[in-house]
């Protein structure tokens, strides 16, 4: 017969092992759910690439598709300004002798720019956005992305164009963005805030 002593003792364990077990199966769930937090947690920094949208627009056609590259990225716009701003005459390609016929012909010429993005080295990725020019991008172009050290950046170009597209351009943004992976740019030309960002989509991975 067991005394009452005995009974509370029989107790007492059967409470031990019953907080024991609740204590095992909480450490248990809480591992379980800690495995996808941290694939989650991770996944999210991931996603959380600073993206900056730089953009040069004479006309204005190529600021409204670093508009929709913007919207799209969730990231910083800035214009690069030309610190002796493009006239109407600059830009008369019939005139051989035009300002911006010039430029192109030499390739050497490196306008001056207005200006500087504060603290590039926080971005991870970089659109960069211009009108076609005689077959490639402007040479302020140049002068903007050899005015930065790119080393372990993303580029990646975007263009509205008449008709020439963003292929011959892609040799001298490779070249002026020395350190940078600079990948396949794209001609966005009358293209949707949709169809954009279908585009951005693809380059932000």
């Known amino acids: 017969m067991v005394g009452k002593t005995g009974m509370e003792g029989i107790g007492m ?4 092992r019953i907080a024991w077990m609740s204590l095992v199966l909480a450490i248990a769930l809480i591992a379980g759910l800690a495995v996808p937090g941290t694939e989650a947690n991770a996944a999210s920094k991931a996603k959380k690439k600073k993206v900056l949208v730089v953009y040069f627009s004479a006309t204005g056609t190529t600021k409204d598709a670093a508009g929709k590259v913007k919207k799209a990225t969730g990231g910083k716009l800035y214009r690069i300004k030309a610190a002796k701003p493009y006239t109407d005459a600059d830009l008369d390609y019939n005139n051989e002798n035009c300002r ?4 192109q012909k030499s390739g050497s010429v490196r306008p001056k720019v207005k200006g500087k993005v504060k603290n590039i080295r926080k971005y991870d990725i970089i659109f960069v956005g211009y009108p076609i020019w005689w077959g490639k991008e402007p040479m302020i172009i140049r002068t ?6 790119l080393k372990g950046k993303t580029v990646v170009p975007f263009c509205t164009s008449g008709g020439s597209g963003i292929s011959g351009s892609m040799k001298g943004i490779k ?8 990948v396949k740019g794209k001609d966005l030309t009358d293209l949707s805030s949709k169809s954009v960002a279908k585009w951005v989509k693809k380059k932000m991975k």
């Open 175 to 182: 070249a002026a963005a020395k350190g940078a992976k600079v």
């Open 100 to 103: 911006a016929n010039v430029e």
């Open 13 to 16: 364990g059967k409470k031990k």
């Open 144 to 149: 903007f992305l050899e005015s930065y050290n």
